[in-house]
């Protein structure tokens, strides 16, 4: 029973029974309609131009909805055009100028085919939701042409909105700002499940775009934690991360797009590498940078530093944490600097590089000065970047180790578990957690090492928890024995490379494994399913996204560059609407070309499985937040009815 105390702090947004009833019709309205379509992503990874075609395409519903609708009156190139129209609405209005004999009468049909295509997207929302996410400048024109119900007078009506719109010379604008609201009117929400960042040009441009969208949540990534970890100052997360977009040629992300400064870092790369030429650190070029494009040669010799200083400042971490049990990745003792081998889990083997000037054979894990003056630099420019600051903060605002929506459960990487199948425990300061109370407790534990690290003596040690959520090897994040980057590094021999994946990835093809997964976090194990990421599907080796008999999806299929000759695709899109839940397997994005033609290979769409009954808001967690509001107003008209609470205005 709610409080008279409650009910009057409700009757201050609600004055009297006539507002109070109006929001119970509107909430009741809201209920009735169908649920809106969810999309969820996984294993971004910074590649920026594929992922937001993907957004604008709605992943290929944008597409469905034109055939639907102009099936039978535009031919197949007019479709195709109407769609790129509506993804790249710039792009296609510069090739129609130079195409169209009157590019007035194109605007007037375009406009036309847009409203249409417009109202397929959006007939799942109130009217008030569509005018909030319609383009502020012309969200009462747009709203106009949506909803003409006159039938008789629609056209002329069309006609001469239409017509102004030409003469007043904002076709072109017009056009744009429609194109965009039909992408964001054609996905009601969006959940990335982990891997924004690394190997890719722009996981900036990716969390830009984010930032504007209207409703999304992040279930973080390794990848993602590991930045996480550096925006804390922690430098074996910075040098991970430095590492890595060194390898991949990110250095406009880094410098431009962050404003990391690197300078430093190739200073003394060239001083300490100068005559080396680290013929096995050259960077993976899958991307051009275009503003700080940095020589081969150096970048191999900067890739070279930052790994050292990584294992180094790595080597310090373990030791600081017994608890981490990560002993066996102390290598840069293991080394016989003399010959040139390093014994590894009691075998002998050749290091492929064998000069290591900065490395003191007696002390290996000690940063000569240089290293620390190094370090020092770069962790200002993490602290000190507002961008990177502002992205982060935006991953903690709207992110978390896991979510449980609309029942699905929703995580990157695995629930940690024995070969048997049991939750595995992982002990902290003498108490032992696992399953969800184990993901709860590392959710604090994150959130704490960032917002409140307390007087570690050092800025930066708090961020260590994302390290070792990074590599750790009962990390739910990263679910392998180990991470073998210095074996990759500096070992020759490949069979030193191998990491063997935590008992999970094979438990999950068993259906009473994933039921005991979900009943683990309060889930119905028949009818909820697990969404997931993490480990590419190779579809082209025959392997399926769909686990436990469709109880769980893991939906990395290689949205990143440097995983689709492994997937054979370009990376999934796992949908669920008011009728099924669906997988879209993407091909790779072709940008555009010189003559300013762009080619789009459609997704192809498969359902996975189809509900029983149509679901509706009510169906939903929005739906039940949305039965308590309407039930509380009731309680409050009930109050102003009996005269417990006087009424105004």
Same mark, same amino acid.
């Given at each position: 029973?709610?409080?008279?105390?409650?009910?009057?702090?409700?009757?201050?947004?609600?004055?009297?029974?006539?507002?109070?009833?109006?929001?119970?019709?509107?909430?009741?309205?809201?209920?009735?309609?169908?649920?809106?379509?969810?999309?969820?992503?996984?294993?971004?990874?910074?590649?920026?131009?594929?992922?937001?075609?993907?957004?604008?395409?709605?992943?290929?519903?944008?597409?469905?909805?034109?055939?639907?609708?102009?099936?039978?009156?535009?031919?197949?190139?007019?479709?195709?055009?109407?769609?790129?129209?509506?993804?790249?609405?710039?792009?296609?209005?510069?090739?129609?100028?130079?195409?169209?004999?009157?590019?007035?009468?194109?605007?007037?049909?375009?406009?036309?085919?847009?409203?249409?295509?417009?109202?397929?997207?959006?007939?799942?929302?109130?009217?008030?939701?569509?005018?909030?996410?319609?383009?502020?400048?012309y969200d009462f024109i747009i709203d106009e042409l949506l909803h003409a119900d006159d039938e008789t007078n629609r056209e002329h009506y069309y006609r001469e909105i239409i017509n102004s719109i030409v003469e007043c010379q904002i076709a072109e604008g017009f056009i744009t700002q429609l194109s965009y609201a039909i992408s964001r009117l054609a996905v009601d929400r969006l959940h990335i499940i982990g891997d924004v960042y690394d190997r890719g040009p722009h996981p900036d441009y990716i969390m830009d775009y984010l930032l504007e969208f209207h409703d999304v949540d992040f279930q973080?990534?390794?990848?993602?934690?590991?930045?996480?970890?550096?925006?804390?100052?922690?430098?074996?997360?910075?040098?991970?991360?430095?590492?890595?977009?060194?390898?991949?040629?990110?250095?406009?992300?880094?410098?431009?797009?962050?404003?990391?400064?690197?300078?430093?870092? !190739? *200073? =003394?790369?060239? @001083?300490?590498?100068?005559?080396?030429?680290?013929? %096995?650190? &050259?960077? #993976?070029?899958?991307?051009?940078?275009?503003?700080?494009?940095?020589?081969?040669?150096?970048?191999?010799?900067?890739?070279?530093?930052?790994?050292?200083?990584?294992?180094?400042?790595?080597?310090?971490?373990?030791?600081?944490?017994?608890?981490?049990?990560?002993?066996?990745?102390?290598?840069?003792?293991?080394?016989?600097?003399?010959?040139?081998?390093?014994?590894?889990?009691?075998?002998?083997?050749?290091?492929?590089?064998?000069?290591?000037?900065?490395?003191?054979?007696?002390?290996?894990?000690?940063?000569?000065?240089?290293?620390?003056?190094?370090?020092?630099?770069?962790? !200002? *420019? =993490?602290?000190? @970047?507002?961008?990177?600051?502002?992205?982060?903060? %935006?991953? &903690?605002? #709207?992110?978390?180790?896991?979510?449980?929506?609309?029942?699905?459960?929703?995580?990157?990487?695995?629930?940690?578990?024995?070969?048997?199948?049991?939750?595995?425990?992982?002990?902290?300061?003498?108490?032992?957690?696992?399953?969800?109370?184990?993901?709860?407790?590392?959710?604090?534990?994150?959130?704490?090492?960032?917002?409140?690290?307390?007087?570690?003596?050092?800025?930066?040690?708090?961020?260590?928890?994302?390290?070792?959520?990074?590599?750790?090897?009962?990390?739910?994040?990263?679910?392998?024995?180990?991470?073998?980057?210095?074996?990759?590094?500096?070992?020759?021999?490949?069979?030193?490379?191998?990491?063997?994946?935590?008992?999970?990835?094979?438990?999950?093809?068993?259906?009473?494994?994933?039921?005991?997964?979900?009943?683990?976090?309060?889930?119905?194990?028949?009818?909820?399913?697990?969404?997931?990421?993490?480990?590419?599907?190779?579809?082209?080796?025959?392997?399926?996204?769909?686990?436990?008999?469709?109880?769980?999806?893991?939906?990395?299929?290689?949205?990143?560059?440097?995983?689709?000759?492994?997937?054979?695709?370009?990376?999934?899109?796992?949908?669920?609407?008011?009728?099924?839940?669906?997988?879209?397997?993407?091909?790779?994005?072709?940008?555009?070309?010189?003559?300013?033609?762009?080619?789009?290979?459609?997704?192809?769409?498969?359902?996975?499985?189809?509900?029983?009954?149509?679901?509706?808001?009510?169906?939903?967690?929005?739906?039940?937040?949305?039965?308590?509001?309407?039930?509380?107003?009731?309680?409050?008209?009930?109050?102003?009815?009996?005269?417990?609470?006087?009424?105004?205005?």
């Amino acid at each position: 029973m709610i409080d008279e105390h409650y009910l009057k702090l409700l009757a201050k947004e609600f004055p009297n029974m006539k507002k109070a009833s109006t929001e119970i019709i509107n909430l009741m309205a809201i209920l009735s309609l169908p649920k809106g379509t969810e999309y969820f992503f996984s294993d971004l990874h910074g590649e920026h131009e594929s992922f937001i075609h993907m957004m604008k395409s709605a992943s290929g519903v944008v597409r469905s909805k034109i055939d639907d609708i102009f099936g039978k009156s535009l031919a197949m190139e007019d479709r195709d055009r109407l769609a790129s129209l509506i993804y790249d609405p710039e792009a296609e209005m510069a090739r129609r100028k130079i195409e169209e004999a009157n590019i007035e009468d194109w605007y007037r049909v375009t406009i036309y085919r847009l409203i249409e295509t417009c109202k397929a997207v959006s007939t799942k929302y109130t009217r008030s939701k569509v005018r909030k996410r319609l383009p502020k400048d012309y969200d009462f024109i747009i709203d106009e042409l949506l909803h003409a119900d006159d039938e008789t007078n629609r056209e002329h009506y069309y006609r001469e909105i239409i017509n102004s719109i030409v003469e007043c010379q904002i076709a072109e604008g017009f056009i744009t700002q429609l194109s965009y609201a039909i992408s964001r009117l054609a996905v009601d929400r969006l959940h990335i499940i982990g891997d924004v960042y690394d190997r890719g040009p722009h996981p900036d441009y990716i969390m830009d775009y984010l930032l504007e969208f209207h409703d999304v949540d992040f279930q973080w990534g390794n990848h993602d934690i590991v930045w996480m970890g550096a925006a804390t100052g922690n430098w074996a997360c910075i040098a991970n991360v430095i590492r890595i977009n060194v390898s991949y040629n990110n250095f406009d992300m880094l410098e431009i797009g962050y404003g990391i400064n690197l300078r430093p870092l !190739a *200073s =003394f790369a060239l @001083s300490t590498y100068g005559d080396d030429r680290c013929e %096995f650190f &050259y960077p #993976h070029i899958l991307d051009k940078n275009i503003f700080d494009p940095v020589d081969e040669d150096i970048a191999a010799k900067m890739h070279k530093a930052i790994a050292v200083i990584q294992f180094k400042v790595e080597g310090q971490r373990i030791k600081s944490h017994p608890e981490y049990k990560m002993e066996d990745r102390l290598l840069l003792d293991k080394v016989d600097y003399e010959n040139g081998t390093i014994a590894i889990n009691g075998k002998t083997y050749e290091l492929r590089d064998k000069n290591f000037p900065t490395v003191d054979p007696k002390d290996p894990y000690r940063l000569t000065d240089d290293e620390e003056v190094l370090l020092n630099t770069l962790e !200002a *420019s =993490f602290l000190e @970047s507002s961008k990177l600051q502002k992205h982060i903060r %935006f991953l &903690y605002s #709207h992110g978390a180790m896991y979510s449980c929506v609309n029942g699905n459960l929703l995580y990157h990487g695995c629930i940690p578990m024995t070969e048997d199948g049991d939750f595995e425990e992982f002990e902290v300061n003498g108490t032992k957690y696992r399953g969800k109370a184990l993901l709860d407790y590392l959710d604090r534990s994150v959130r704490r090492a960032y917002f409140d690290p307390g007087d570690s003596g050092k800025t930066g040690l708090s961020g260590d928890i994302m390290w070792y959520l990074w590599l750790g090897s009962k990390s739910p994040l990263f679910g392998k024995d180990r991470m073998t980057t210095f074996e990759r590094c500096f070992v020759a021999d490949k069979a030193t490379y191998k990491e063997k994946t935590v008992p999970y990835y094979k438990l999950i093809e068993k259906e009473e494994i994933c039921g005991k997964i979900l009943e683990e976090f309060a889930l119905s194990p028949q009818d909820s399913h697990i969404v997931n990421g993490h480990v590419p599907v190779k579809l082209k080796d025959g392997e399926s996204p769909s686990k436990g008999k469709g109880r769980l999806f893991i939906i990395d299929g290689g949205m990143s560059k440097a995983y689709q000759k492994t997937t054979g695709i370009a990376g999934y899109t796992f949908i669920f609407n008011s009728r099924y839940l669906a997988l879209a397997e993407h091909q790779p994005y072709s940008r555009m070309q010189v003559d300013g033609t762009q080619e789009f290979h459609p997704p192809e769409i498969k359902i996975v499985e189809t509900l029983r009954k149509r679901m509706t808001v009510a169906d939903t967690d929005i739906g039940e937040e949305l039965k308590r509001q309407a039930d509380e107003l009731k309680m409050l008209v009930s109050a102003y009815k009996k005269g417990v609470i006087k009424e105004k205005g």
